[in-house]
């Protein structure tokens, strides 16, 4: 009777597992891989995910927004070392809204070590161009710090 009880138990989770396998699965949306960093329009439509555009690594190249518009702009961090980003300044066409940090998927609940992204929300309130000047390193290495310059630019 045990022998009954554990084959029964086996094909059922067996179904069950096929079930799961077999169900058609959500089609994610391919983002790109941005290494360096990337933006993304706020929409407030949280029924889809926003769309990234990376960061150019040409930094005379700028990221382009309109007028009224709210960006988010993701880094790559890992807190967990002591490294952080500091915003150094901002263009006045800009204003700050908020700042966040989302570890990454990959970062289960207790893990330690995880990396994931700094997040600034900006508001474009005036038209123009300007830069934001960022820094990232640890407080007692300020001599290690990576510097991060992006150019934007607000348009009507």
Not at 26 to 32: G, I, Y
Request: aromatic fraction near 6%; include cysteine; charge should be positive.
């Amino acid at each position: 009777m045990k022998i009954m009880k554990h084959i029964l138990l086996a094909t059922t989770l067996g179904c069950v597992s096929m079930s799961v396998l077999a169900a058609p699965q959500p089609q994610k949306t391919l983002q790109p891989e941005c290494e360096a960093g990337f933006t993304s329009i706020v929409t407030g439509d949280f029924s889809k995910e926003p769309q990234r555009t990376c960061l150019p690594t040409d930094q005379k190249q700028a990221v382009k927004i309109k007028l009224g518009q709210t960006i988010q702009l993701n880094l790559p961090a890992n807190p967990s070392t002591g490294a952080s980003w500091a915003l150094r300044s901002m263009p006045n066409s800009l204003m700050l809204l908020g700042v966040d940090y989302h570890n990454s998927a990959q970062c289960k609940k207790g893990m330690v070590g995880c990396s994931g992204l700094r997040s600034y929300t900006f508001e474009a309130v005036a038209n123009g161009v300007g830069e934001l000047k960022l820094n990232y390193g640890r407080a007692w290495e300020k001599d290690s710090w990576e510097s991060k310059n992006i150019t934007i630019s607000v348009q009507p």
